[in-house]
């Protein structure tokens, strides 16, 4: 067994562990409400989330079951991903968010990426020859650590929209760090892929690896405390223990250690921390507004071109087909072109983001597109407003240490977070329980070409430019999408890709994401493994396109947010999952209607039913054709209303047999004598019940229900006040012992009852 296994138990009598870890354990208690796995959209009419855990996505849920904001949740699940899920996201490494204010209006954008130390220069990841280090060796070293930025983040997050209580947001993680979570096969294999540099460090061998070096297999229970106890930290007293105290010793611990590559970290930089907020980058397309993170983050810059590229094209007629493929592969090649050239840390470099997205602008680099023919690599422009343009770098290696999740809470307000430590396993250095990011990657390995300094190159307190492209689109000022993904630089086409599919196709936002993945990167042209677009690697090739077919694994999350519901979805090629929450039920609510606007009584649909199992009685919902109470609800067999309420008249006949040249039926369930009503102006037509078909299935329940139904009548029938005591039912004194009583006599229209006069 595993060092940290621990045998499965059930969890601890907790105030949200039933919540928040149900969809974790097996054998744990049920979810607080339904949930709904991927695989379809998941519906949901209150508020929904998509993670790329479904523990996460309960953890989430369980704050915005306990009134917590969209802010709540996201803090809540990235808790937790940062535990179940080490590999891509953690308190080690940064975050991007953007969140929609459903008060205000506004979009806030968030910039919680990793800083470099004050120290570090441009020759961070050369060699003393001058040479660049190997990708692996920079990677797995001190030097690529930034200064984390995620808790800030989430500190900021909860300082201007959270609800609840900062402390109850760790509530699920720390259980599952103390009770254990289950290993999930992505993990393993994470594991597996890291192990010789894990096992170079006794923090990380001793959490991941057994005795003999080999991770945990699926299924096991893995604990963390070391993670438990930062958690603890951070929940009594926010984000300050990464400033100062053992946090922070244990993470400069582990950048000097740096696999034998020390970094430059030092307490200074990380109480030097600060999140920034930054203007959305936002554009305009098929009269819809399209916003996300601007730089550092180039990923919505090039998304935003991709579409802005493709607007005058009518890609909605043209559908997911060869001539919509190669359009797509062709706008991504052009703003990759640029996105290399001109995009860095605004901080630090000017970067022209307004001419980048200026319509002239897009204009003209728009008119190299060939529908019949490749670019080939296309070159950088020149958009207006630029001050400078320095060599730009290519786009680095895919990267799988990221993860996305996204919120909309019962207010309105919507968030959009993507989240990372860089590479699969960080940096493989351990500290306090978490894994140390990696990001310095994404930084210029040569600051300098042609003579000239790169505009992503290393510089103490830069942030190294990223393609993350959290996004949210909004219509008529209000948000109908979100969605997000990891992927390195292929963020920006799965990104692009999934709009165009629930923008232009109407694809919901399941069927977007599962939509196979095709994209460019000014290179050869990638097109997803086992995928309807594998068909017309011939037709590419025959128009110029260099194209290869390998997998891609993303890792995409998206909410659409229509007229009443809410639909939620997550991307089968990771375990992530959406969750949501249906709205309370609420029965139709009674409304007037025009006597010659009421449909007849066949045609409308049914509300709750009743139906008889055992003698028990269970309301459901229900839809067909309206059929009268007395058939809907069966009475039971010696009943009054089983030998009294459906015996004809023998001198009207069958009032269920009279129907009008319509065919309507001419029932008269709920009166107690005469004719049956007609509706005025309507010859021979039944007039509909005043209320709605729920109301008289409830109203019809409420009667089965009461006792001495055979001394009331007929269904429908007003009973007579009850008489005094001692007295019979015509108010006539009765001999003491006597069981007889007077027959009823039959009401009239009109008529008062037997036994009073009209001055009474």
């Not at 001050?387 to 996305?404: Q, W």
Request: with cysteine; proline share 11%; net charge positive.
């Amino acid at each position: 067994m595993h060092r940290n296994a621990a045998p499965r138990q059930p969890p601890r009598a907790r105030r949200l562990a039933a919540l928040a870890t149900a969809a974790a354990l097996a054998g744990a208690g049920l979810l607080p409400t339904e949930p709904v796995a991927a695989g379809g959209p998941v519906l949901a009419e209150r508020f929904v989330i998509a993670t790329a855990d479904a523990r996460a996505s309960a953890a989430g849920l369980a704050m915005l079951e306990r009134g917590g904001s969209a802010a709540d949740a996201a803090i809540a699940a990235q808790l937790v991903l940062g535990l179940v899920e080490p590999q891509s996201s953690g308190l080690g490494g940064g975050a991007f968010l953007l969140y929609h204010d459903a008060e205000s209006g506004r979009i806030v954008s968030l910039d919680g990426r990793e800083t470099a130390p004050a120290a570090v220069g441009p020759d961070l990841f050369l060699d003393p020859t001058g040479a660049p280090l190997p990708f692996h060796e920079a990677r797995e070293s001190g030097r690529a650590v930034g200064v984390p930025g995620l808790p800030r983040l989430l500190e900021a997050l909860h300082r201007r929209f959270g609800r609840l209580s900062w402390a109850e947001l760790f509530d699920p993680a720390i259980h599952l760090a103390e009770e254990g979570f289950v290993v999930s096969p992505r993990l393993t294999r994470a594991i597996a892929e890291a192990a010789p540099a894990l096992a170079r460090e006794p923090a990380a061998r001793g959490l991941f690896l057994d005795a003999e070096g080999r991770p945990p297999a699926p299924g096991t229970i893995l604990r963390n405390p070391d993670d438990a106890r930062t958690l603890r930290q951070l929940a009594r007293g926010g984000a300050a223990p990464f400033d100062e105290g053992p946090i922070a010793e244990a993470i400069l611990a582990a950048v000097a250690s740096g696999h034998g590559r020390p970094g430059a970290m030092t307490a200074a930089d990380l109480a030097s921390y600060r999140v920034v907020e930054r203007p959305p980058s936002c554009i305009a397309y098929r009269g819809r507004e399209v916003c996300g993170m601007g730089p550092p983050s180039s990923g919505e810059v090039a998304v935003a071109r991709i579409l802005g590229l493709l607007e005058p094209f009518d890609l909605a007629a043209l559908g997911p087909s060869l001539r919509a493929l190669h359009l797509l592969l062709e706008a991504s090649r052009l703003a990759f072109a640029d996105r290399d050239r001109f995009l860095a840390d605004p901080d630090h470099e000017p970067v022209p983001v307004e001419g980048l997205l200026d319509p002239f602008y897009l204009d003209a680099r728009r008119r190299p597109i060939d529908p019949a023919r490749s670019l080939g690599r296309a070159p950088p422009g020149d958009p207006p407003r630029r001050r400078g343009a320095l060599p730009g770098d290519p786009a680095g290696a895919p990267e799988y240490g990221t993860s996305h999740l996204v919120v909309v809470d019962a207010r309105g307000d919507a968030l959009s977070l993507t989240t990372t430590i860089e590479a699969s396993m960080g940096s493989r250095l351990l500290a306090a329980g978490f894994l140390s990011n990696d990001q310095f990657t994404d930084f210029a390995f040569r600051p300098v070409a042609d003579g000239r300094p790169v505009a992503n190159r290393p510089a103490g307190g830069e942030r190294p430019r990223s393609a993350m492209a959290p996004t949210i689109v909004r219509e008529g000022g209000r948000p109908i999408l979100l969605l997000g993904s990891p992927g390195g630089s292929r963020i920006v086409g799965e990104v692009a890709k999934t709009l165009i599919a629930a923008l232009d196709w109407g694809m919901d936002p399941q069927a977007a994401i599962e939509l196979p993945h095709a994209l460019d990167r000014n290179g050869p042209s990638e097109l997803e493994t086992g995928s309807f677009w594998t068909a017309f690697v011939e037709p590419l090739r025959e128009r110029g396109h260099e194209v290869r077919v390998l997998p891609l694994d993303s890792g995409l999350q998206a909410i659409a947010i229509r007229p009443g519901r809410l639909l939620g979805g997550a991307d089968p090629r990771r375990e992530g999952g959406a969750l949501g929450r249906r709205a309370r039920v609420r029965w139709p609510q009674r409304r007037r209607v025009p006597r010659h606007a009421r449909p007849p009584r066949d045609s409308l649909p049914l509300g709750p039913a009743i139906e008889d199992e055992g003698g028990g009685r269970a309301l459901r919902r229900a839809c067909g054709r309206c059929v009268r109470p007395a058939d809907r609800f069966p009475a039971r067999a010696g009943s009054a209303r089983s030998t009294r309420a459906r015996a004809p008249d023998p001198a009207r006949g069958d009032p269920r047999d009279r129907r009008d040249p319509e065919g309507r039926s001419g029932s008269i369930v709920g009166r107690a004598g005469g004719p049956p009503r007609r509706a005025p102006g309507r010859a021979g037509a039944a007039r509909p019940h005043a209320r709605s078909p729920a109301r008289r299935a409830l109203r019809g329940l409420s009667r089965l229900n009461r006792p001495n139904r055979a001394r009331r009548g007929r269904v429908g029938r007003r009973a007579a006040p009850a008489p005094p005591a001692g007295r019979g039912p015509s108010g006539r004194r009765s001999r003491p012992g006597s069981r007889t009583r007077s027959p009823r006599p039959r009401q009239v229209p009109g008529a008062w009852p037997a036994g009073r006069s009209a001055s009474a």
